[in-house]
């Protein structure tokens, strides 16, 4: 299997993201719990206008890596593994699987409580650090599995972006969202009309965050209804959508993301930190990711070539996919998101708790995926020069 220059940059983007949020991730952990504990909490904390510094973080500049996501989404549906039915079907019923059964674990445990909310946290994975695990094993991963995992994450993205707008909008200003769909519908009508220039669907969806975000509906969902409005054309270098992909790659990768760690992983923890993790949200979280997220890709992946549905790949075996899927528990970004919608009217306690229980979890998931795929895959055979 062949993989296209824009994977290619897709990957290696990602492979060093992932190594660079793990290290400002604990850079960030060692300051919350340093003599610098208050400051460098408060400095997050500060009041800029109307939002904190950590929620025009959240709300503002993580609308622009939502807005690669959908650029990505709509390059691989169109070109790329998920841009016919039988390509697609094996991540797609893999992610799907894989969002289904940590969702229902966590049920499980939280349904009828203050904490059932928090059930799309187990949902995520986060691309960055999956694939950032992944590449450590080099040279001895099958293309087809870098294929698998990337696409099953890009989807997983999809459905924790389908979970925040239909589960985490409260109330909705149908004013402000009607005239955001509106500015959408107008960028819309330039697509169709071949306008090439990036500049006005860059002014119309900032224009589109602003109703968005006093809409009540969540203001990165503007960024995937951005990307699908900016001309795609044929995909080549010279399309505005391959220019703003190319050109966001490394912005998300090496300071909008870490940034987004930096400010969200900030957690004092206290000496009884562990008291927390007896609670059937936290237990639900770290069960979900843990242990929900490999067996429901793996066991909907099984299902799905079982019925004839799709095919198995000829260089990855079903040891392979179970490898993939705790890589996939690796939910980070995704998950601590989808915590502060969840539950930010709970209080700081419930959010701290779930962070760290998502911080355990993620650790487990890609220290397992990694020794395990690490013991099933062999290594790539050296060629032999004569």
Known sequence: MKLTKTFKAFFKSEKSGGLLLLSVTIVSLLLANSSIQTEYIAFWAAKLGSHSVTEWINDGLMTIFFLLIG???????????????????????GAFGGMIIPAGIFLLLNFGTITQNGAGIPMATDIAFAIGILSLLGNRVPTSLKVFLTALAVIDDLGAIMVIAIFYTESIAYINLFI??????????????????????????????????????????TGVLLAFVIPFGNGGKKTSSYKLQHFLHNPVAFFILPLFAIANTGIAIGGEWHEGLNHPNTIGIILGLVVGKPLGIWLFSFIAVSLGICTLPRDLKWSDILGAGMLGGIGFTMSIFITLLAFKNDGQEVITYSKIAILIASFIAGTIGFIWLKFVLRPARKKVTK
Not at 71 to 93: C, D, H, T, V, W
Not at 190 to 215: D, E
Request: proline residues 3%; glycine residues 10%.
């Open 71 to 93: 650029l990505e989404l709509e390059r691989e549906m169109y070109q790329g593994e998920l841009s016919s039915i039988k390509n697609a079907a094996l991540p797609l019923f």
């Open 180 to 221: 955001a769909l509106s500015i959408m519908g107008g960028l819309f009508i330039l697509n169709r009309r071949k306008v090439h220039n990036l500049i006005p669907y860059l002014i119309g969806g900032a224009a589109m965050w602003y109703f968005m975000l006093n809409s009540g509906v969540h203001a990165t969902i």
